[in-house]
């Protein structure tokens, strides 16, 4: 029998430093300003980054209603949402969002990119963002 074992090196819980980002959203692309953040939530910029600890990190974006939105998707992207029932289905054309809320299609992209599992929920919560 073998006595070499791995090693592993394991963070405390109580060791996580919550770290407080700021992103200027001007003349950004949705889609790889939503991969930054997710990155940043995640914690997965920190050395020390494990994937089943929560980070603990926040980001504060700023001037959402300046993102830079490209090719036709204003008018041809939709978004899906089904109540469960027959007919249930209702779109909404990202034009038709941005003009409501531009965060909303920041943070329905961040959502999306976030893991599924129980700390999505976690995560999304510290993500504030202002137009």
Same mark, same amino acid.
């Given at each position: 029998?073998?006595?070499?074992?791995?090693?592993?090196?394991? %963070?405390?819980?109580?060791?996580?430093?919550?770290? %407080?980002?700021?992103?200027?959203?001007?003349?950004?692309?949705?889609? #790889?300003?939503?991969?930054?953040?997710?990155?940043?939530?995640?914690?997965?910029?920190?050395?020390?980054?494990? #994937?089943?600890?929560?980070? *603990?990190?926040?980001?504060?974006?700023?001037?959402?209603? *300046?993102?830079?939105?490209?090719?036709? *998707?204003?008018?041809?992207?939709?978004?899906?949402?089904?109540?469960?029932?027959?007919?249930?289905?209702? /779109? /909404?054309?990202?034009?038709?969002?941005?003009?409501?809320?531009?965060? *909303? %299609?920041?943070?329905?992209?961040?959502?999306?990119?976030?893991?599924?599992?129980?700390? /999505?929920?976690?995560?999304?919560? /510290?993500?504030?963002?202002?137009?």
């Amino acid at each position: 029998m073998s006595t070499d074992k791995k090693i592993i090196k394991k %963070i405390a819980v109580k060791a996580v430093n919550p770290v %407080i980002h700021k992103i200027d959203a001007t003349d950004q692309i949705v889609g #790889r300003l939503a991969t930054k953040i997710a990155i940043l939530l995640r914690g997965k910029d920190l050395p020390t980054f494990q #994937r089943h600890i929560d980070s *603990k990190s926040s980001v504060t974006v700023i001037n959402a209603s *300046k993102l830079k939105i490209s090719g036709k *998707k204003l008018l041809q992207k939709e978004y899906f949402h089904y109540s469960g029932y027959p007919g249930g289905l209702k /779109r /909404r054309v990202m034009k038709d969002v941005f003009n409501s809320d531009p965060s *909303k %299609i920041l943070k329905m992209a961040v959502w999306n990119m976030l893991p599924k599992n129980k700390m /999505r929920d976690q995560m999304i919560k /510290r993500l504030k963002i202002s137009n």
